[in-house]
């Protein structure tokens, strides 16, 4: 089984092949590096060369743009969401259209809670998760280290029609955040992390998912409330399977009885299909 991401009007993978992905994002085609893709099949689909961007990966380590009549920004929609999409550095375009699956998964439980919800979002990135919960209802606390990020978020939900929802918008060290949190008696309703499998904090803090996941979880628990309404971790770290994952929330969070569930994440390859493998991604709820 695996939970897929295919509720999409504005984006699809359409076709996938020797280390590369085609896809449509919005009126746009780019074609991408993907590790998972390891097979070689005939590119048959003309949208290969028709492009309007390319990202060439390099033998020596990351690689650069090439572009054929993209402007340099512009949006897509996910239902009642609205994303800036602007391709950056290492191949990304400040969007994870794979993490729609868990976008649709959590604001049904915020709809149906019947109660006010705090929801604090962690290495939160462009707000995709931010402004899905905040749509649904929920206050949310956005945390990441890059300013540029959070700001990026922000237009997110301002093109969202989410202004003035009541989101936190924080520039910090997430591992740092979650402990003043704590000392603060800060408690919240639900948690999600999208942790980076390497990274840098604000001051040189270093994170390195396999010994830094753990810690972070056990403080996280520390966060939640008495009867918190779900729990999700995200993961693109091929050693970190859905078993790890559910595992890992099971240890910290056994004490709240509540369903822990954990599966690949993938989006469909229309020509052919397939589905593409995006990650993991662990589940908690009441």
């Not at 945390?143 to 093109?159: F, L, P, Q, R, T």
């Not at 918190?228 to 995200?234: A, M, R, S, V």
């Amino acid at each position: 089984m695996m939970w897929l991401a295919d509720q999409w009007e504005d984006y699809e993978v359409i076709d996938c092949s020797n280390g590369e992905k085609l896809e449509r994002w919005g009126d746009y085609l780019l074609v991408r590096p993907d590790p998972q893709v390891i097979w070689d099949t005939p590119r048959k689909v003309s949208g290969w060369y028709q492009k309007n961007g390319h990202y060439h990966r390099s033998k020596k380590g990351g690689g650069e743009w090439e572009f054929f009549e993209l402007p340099e920004q512009w949006q897509i929609h996910y239902k009642n969401l609205t994303f800036h999409l602007k391709p950056f550095s290492f191949k990304h375009t400040g969007l994870f259209p794979e993490q729609a699956v868990n976008w649709d998964w959590f604001s049904g439980l915020i709809r149906k809670a019947g109660r006010p919800v705090k929801v604090l979002n962690l290495f939160a990135y462009t707000g995709g998760a931010t402004i899905a919960a905040a749509a649904a209802g929920a206050a949310v606390t956005h945390v990441d280290a890059s300013k540029g990020m959070v700001a990026w978020a922000k237009e997110n939900a301002a093109s969202s029609g989410l202004s003035e929802a009541p989101i936190r918008w924080i520039v910090d060290d997430c591992v740092k955040f979650a402990e003043r949190e704590i000392r603060r008696g800060n408690h919240y309703d639900a948690i999600i992390m999208d942790p980076p499998s390497y990274g840098r904090g604000p001051k040189g803090e270093i994170w390195k998912i396999e010994t830094s996941i753990h810690p972070l979880v056990k403080t996280c628990a520390q966060l939640l409330t008495d009867d918190p309404l779900f729990f999700l971790i995200n993961s693109y770290t091929t050693g970190l399977q859905p078993a790890v994952l559910s595992y890992l929330i099971g240890t910290e969070l056994n004490r709240f009885h509540g369903t822990i569930t954990a599966e690949e994440i993938g989006l469909p390859v229309s020509s052919s299909g397939l589905i593409l493998p995006c990650g993991a991604s662990g589940r908690f709820e009441k």
